[in-house]
């Protein structure tokens, strides 16, 4: 036993591994303690999924343990992080995310100062104080030898880790210490994202006779067509809004992309089959409608990624729902949470409006996704491992978020009933429930391009537009590309850009004869 004790290695691999079930625990569990749980199997992949992580963070202490003034630099911060990471996470539900690291840098003293609690504060002088414990430990009893070769070992060791696997690699760069760096590099690729250069097809403005239309893009996530009622589908999912007169369900639209990285962009430029580089070298009809005199708005809630966040930033008005939210947290995350935004908006109406809601819609895990009162089929997937669920659980989960959007499209409708307003609703693809073995998207599965489609609009918009509502009413059931949007939503709100072709527009006759 002396001998085991005087072993540098051994000593040096046992601190390290205090070290990383510290941190696993307080750092890292908190990013763990929402996953809904219901039996022995299920705990034991959390349970490994967490261990996987503490071996990343294993492999990282042991990278900066091997200098000890690298290490007495960096642990503190490490810890100090950890701690601020660790708490916000449990007690607000809240993970690191791109938009959380703009608000770090661009929010005033005193709205940072408000998330500051007591417990916060205690909990990192306490992490503070375990950290001088553990520097001390390190420089009076840790000795290494063969530096450069446990460099090496370490350094190898996590270069596996973080490659061996993309779903793995995902998942540990989404929890501390990884998720810090991540988030950063995302934030700053966003950054430039935002301030290439790009081409707009129209440079015109066009100004236009009525200050009071607002038009209302509903950005769906993973929602079909055919699970809608409306459509057809023999559950009633959607009963509200099969029973609004001047609602028009377009059921027969084909999306290029299955994935919201890719379909968005596609959806928002003037991108088709042929032109693919427009949605990346071309501004959306965000900027059309400013140039036309409408207040633009965007208001999310979602995450959004690189490919899209140049649109945000067309816009004059950017909110985030739930700024602090990923499909990382298995939480309470809800579409209504939107609607106090969307009311603040409505309630000074002095010019034309866009305002574009980009919901979190059907995206997995669909039980985070619908409140209690609208489960209207069960049992559902209690499990977020697709696998573990049966079919008839996955299938009737996913309907309940088709009833829950169609009680928040009625929200949105309410409060444009009274005004000059039409709403489009658009998914950016569908969903895979089983299909030739195939599960949620991002893959090839023909009910992944069928997304939903409706418009909406209010008695006073019909007054002036008639003949667009015959066209609609004519062109329905006829099929489209989701390259259709970019045309139809200026006809709709009766911006004549020269770049609308009639043959993709809804609102036009002719449109797709």
């Not at 490994?48 to 900066?64: A, E, Q, R, S």
């Not at 991108?271 to 400013?290: G, M, N, W």
């Not at 309630?347 to 409140?371: A, D, E, K, R």
């Amino acid at each position: 036993m002396k001998k085991i004790l005087h072993n540098n290695n051994f000593i040096l691999f046992v601190f390290l591994f205090f070290c990383t079930l510290w941190s696993g625990v307080f750092y890292v569990f908190p990013d763990f303690a929402d996953n809904p749980i219901t039996n022995c199997s299920t705990a034991f992949s959390v349970f490994v999924y967490w261990c996987c992580i503490c071996i990343g963070i294993f492999l990282l202490l042991y990278l900066i343990v091997l200098n000890k003034y690298v290490f007495a630099g960096l642990f503190p911060v490490f810890c100090v992080l950890g701690t601020i990471v660790g708490y916000y996470r449990y007690a607000y539900k809240a993970s690191l995310t791109p938009m959380l690291v703009d608000a770090v840098f661009h929010n005033d003293f005193q709205t940072s100062a408000e998330l500051i609690t007591l417990t916060l504060v205690l909990l990192v002088i306490l992490n503070i104080g375990v950290a001088a414990i553990v520097v001390y430990f390190r420089f009076k009893y840790i000795y290494v030898n063969h530096v450069c070769l446990q460099l090496f070992i370490a350094f190898t060791g996590l270069f596996v880790l973080l490659n061996s696997n993309d779903r793995l690699h995902n998942g540990i760069m989404q929890r501390y210490p990884f998720n810090v760096y991540y988030n950063i590099k995302l934030y700053k690729g966003m950054q430039h994202e935002i301030k290439s250069e790009r081409y707009c097809p129209d440079t015109l403005s066009y100004s236009l006779p009525n200050d009071s239309l607002v038009v209302v893009f509903v950005l769906g996530e993973s929602l079909r067509a055919d699970h809608l009622s409306i459509n057809g589908y023999y559950r009633e999912t959607t009963p509200y809004l099969q029973n609004e007169e001047q609602m028009y369900s377009i059921a027969n639209i084909y999306s290029e992309y299955t994935h919201t990285n890719r379909s968005l962009p596609h959806i928002l430029t003037r991108a088709d089959s042929v032109h693919e580089e427009r949605a990346f070298d071309e501004t959306s009809f965000i900027t059309l409608f400013k140039n036309s005199g409408f207040k633009t708005s965007w208001i999310s809630n979602q995450d959004p990624a690189y490919t899209y966040i140049y649109f945000l930033n067309e816009c004059d008005t950017i909110i985030h729902a739930h700024p602090e939210r990923t499909v990382y947290v298995y939480s309470e995350w809800l579409d209504e949470d939107m609607l106090p935004a969307l009311d603040s908006l409505l309630s000074n109406i002095s010019q034309p409006n866009l305002i574009i809601l980009h919901t979190i819609g059907s995206h997995w895990f669909y039980n985070n996704h619908v409140s209690d009162e609208l489960r209207k089929f069960s049992p559902v997937a209690e499990n977020r491992v697709i696998t573990k669920n049966t079919s008839e659980e996955i299938i009737n989960a996913y309907d309940n978020t088709v009833v829950y959007t169609d009680f928040f499209l009625k929200q949105v409708i309410n409060r444009l009933r009274d005004r000059n307003a039409i709403m489009i609703y658009l998914s950016d693809h569908g969903e895979a429930l089983g299909e030739n073995g195939n599960w949620l998207h991002a893959n090839d599965s023909y009910s992944i391009k069928n997304p939903a489609c409706m418009v909406w609009y209010s008695d006073k918009y019909s007054v002036g537009n008639m003949s667009k509502i015959e066209a609609l009413e004519a062109n329905k059931n006829k099929f489209y590309r989701t390259d259709f949007l970019y045309h139809s939503i200026l006809s709709a709100a009766g911006i004549p850009s020269s770049v609308i072709v009639p043959e993709l527009d809804i609102f036009t006759a002719s449109g797709n004869d």
